[in-house]
């Protein structure tokens, strides 16, 4: 073996090797198509294994050998395993045909009211205002706790969440009581008069906080203007510097910039600015093209083409674990989804959103076709459409062949994206382009770390 890559800590190692694997696991029901993926690189064959967190150079005759000294069929060679050259069985989820469905996680919608108009913005420029009803929302959550096991609570809006400040509070308050510790909120950062008092709360109550900004002044403020058409940068940063008042600013936050066709050309500068706010904690997604995306065509409103931008993902990517920035986004392809075969929590049944009208959906986009139960406010009953569920749990990485012989585990794509943007929950021709982008940032990142030295 030339070289090994632990992808839980992005460390490359020569061999010797030993001093950081487990000496003892259960090598039983170990798949070679399952586990590891073999990719040729002129001279050598890339070894992947996503579940394992590992990946590995090695050459012909070690490949050859591997294949030629099978101890079962589909079995790792026990002389491969006693080198320690292995990956480990991990259980499918889903495998069965039994519907998952025990959320523990809750997202709260607040409602549509917001101070900025982000050019990208799902919503249109005339929003549904509906007033937020706190008590009935307040009733609902209780139902839910009642019969699921909810250990955290975020809180989502097609608007700005810290705009229902007041509502936030009560509910966050309720939930204690109730034994809930963990929160999570998202802002835009613009807090205006009220920047020391909803961060003090946030900080002491401990809501960890996404703050959406897409990077130095110019691009925040053309992407994120106000609803005057004024920039809303140095709201955002008011709002950071008031987080860093109470110490490391990646124990409160965390940054999230959108991805546009315009950000895309400038997203290692995007990151070294965020990086130099102090944020070591950065995810980026791509931006979806509905509601006010769809009133213009520019680079500020479209997703970039998935293809033309793989170089520069890999270069963000080696350049976080440079400087030790922990970096997240749709385009990672480094770590299976956390919902298994699905392509989330909220789609494999770990968490569930309640919207103003007290419907309960199966994803963070507040759509009819994510639907699948509502509460009652008065009787306080919860009904779950389990027929619903079963639907959409059909898309999955087993139900694509396309997905069971890929090494990238994302659970076949964002649900909500692919059905927005191809009216369909299967995996449609066009959407196949990002696969390959996905596969090939894989490939060159994973490429670039066992050879690029460092080693440990």
Known sequence: MKAYLDLNTGKVYKPPYRRFLQAETNFEGLSINDQLYFLEDDKDILVYAPYDRFAALIDIQEYEYLLAHPVSDDKIPKDLVD????????????????IIFNPADLTVFLGDACNLSCVYCNATRARDAKKFNVESTLAAIDSIIER???THISFFANGEPLLYFDALKKIVEFAENRGIKSFYVVTNGVLGNHTEEYVKFLVQHNIYTQISIDGYKEIQDMQRPMNDGK?????????????????????????????S??????LKEIVLFLYKLGFRKIRFAELIPEGRALEQTSELTKPPNAMAIVDKIVEVFLLADELGIHLT????????????????????????????????????EDYNEWVI??????SRSVTINMERISELQKRNMLAFE???SCPV????????????????????GDYKEKCEALRLILYKYLIAKLTGGGYE
């Not at 066709?261 to 400038?266: G, P, V």
């Not at 385009?331 to 419907?359: H, Q, V």
């Open 402 to 404: 396309e997905c069971k």
């Open 148 to 150: 699921y096991h909810v």
């Open 409 to 428: 585990k994302c659970g076949g794509g964002c649900t909500h994206y692919s059905y927005l943007t191809y009216k369909a929950l299967n995996i449609p």
């Open 261 to 266: 066709e315009y950000a895309s050309k400038h």
């Open 231 to 259: 920039g809303s940068f140095e709201y955002v940063m008011k709002t950071i510097d008031e987080f860093k008042k109470y110490g490391d600013i990646n124990k409160y936050c965390l940054a999230r910039f959108t991805l």
């Open 83 to 98: 080198k320690k050259f292995y990956g480990v069985k991990r259980p499918e989820v889903g495998e069965s045909k039994d």
């Open 373 to 378: 139960g509502e509460v009652n406010s008065e």
């Open 329 to 364: 986004s749709d385009y990672d392809p480094r770590t299976p989804s956390e919902a298994g075969i699905f392509s989330c929590p909220y789609m494999g049944g770990g968490a569930i959103s309640l919207n103003k009208n007290l419907k309960i959906l199966s994803c963070l």
